[in-house]
């Protein structure tokens, strides 16, 4: 099957400071990226997605990479605030003619410290 | 976007015996799956929930063990079936609409079996 792995596990920041998660596909095919936060006792959230075609899309305080030539995808959180300690994954979607498929990554548990 | 409630939230079960768990949308979405999250763990597709028709079940996961039913574009269920303590794990139902890649997901239910 198709993996989706993240460099690391845990990672703790300063409040205020800047937040970079990795994560690592295996699929070039792969046509769209999603990253989710969850919280504790929570189903995952949607933060922000990226097509295949870009190399960069920012939302608010959010911004994702998408550099296809290492096949690596990374989430930057900007000030970061203490309700962004959260688990973040990321997923790799490709397209069949049956439909989506979903490959979720392992997972960072972001902790904020105030 | 669209609301996913799941019931029950929690529950602890004795090995041997069944529990169904209930997925609701608050509107239609095309797709509807399955997925077993361990704690601290990503997250496990199990099936695909068709409406009208069977589930599409991932490698390792089989109907007899987790029947699947979706009657409607809002509504399907899922049961764990002759449960055994390896199956302690949340479970979380989500929905996609028409071509969107984005999925949303419910709180997921917490089963212990002892």
């Known amino acids: 099957g198709e993996s989706v792995g993240l460099h690391l596990p845990t990672l703790s920041v300063q409040e205020g400071d800047n937040s970079i998660i990795n994560c690592a596909y295996s699929n070039s095919a792969s046509d769209y990226f999603i990253w989710y936060k969850q919280e504790s006792g929570k189903g995952p959230q949607f933060i922000i997605d990226i097509r295949s075609n870009m190399d960069k899309r920012q939302g608010q305080r959010v911004t994702v990479l998408l550099n296809k030539t290492v096949k690596h995808l990374s989430l930057q959180i900007a000030a970061t605030q203490p309700g962004d300690s959260a688990v973040y994954f990321c997923?790799?979607?490709?397209?069949?003619?049956?439909?989506?498929?979903?490959?979720f990554g392992t997972g960072t548990s972001l902790t904020v410290i105030p | 976007s669209a609301v996913i409630s799941q019931k029950p939230s929690r529950d602890i079960c004795q090995r041997g015996t069944s529990l169904t768990i209930q997925c609701q949308v608050d509107s239609q979405v095309t797709m509807m799956f399955w997925y077993r999250q361990q704690p601290g763990q990503s997250l496990t597709l199990i099936a695909t929930a068709n409406q009208g028709s069977e589930a599409t079940y991932e490698s390792g996961f089989v109907i007899d063990k987790f029947p699947i039913s979706r009657p409607n574009l809002t509504f399907s269920t899922l049961t764990v079936s002759n449960m055994s303590p390896e199956d302690s794990s949340i479970y979380l139902c989500?929905?996609?609409?028409?071509?969107?890649?984005?999925?949303?997901f419910g709180p997921g239910t917490r089963l212990t079996v002892t």
């Open positions: 989500s929905g996609s609409m028409g071509i969107s890649y984005e999925q949303y």
């Open positions: 997923a790799e979607i490709l397209s069949y003619n049956t439909g989506n498929q979903f490959y």
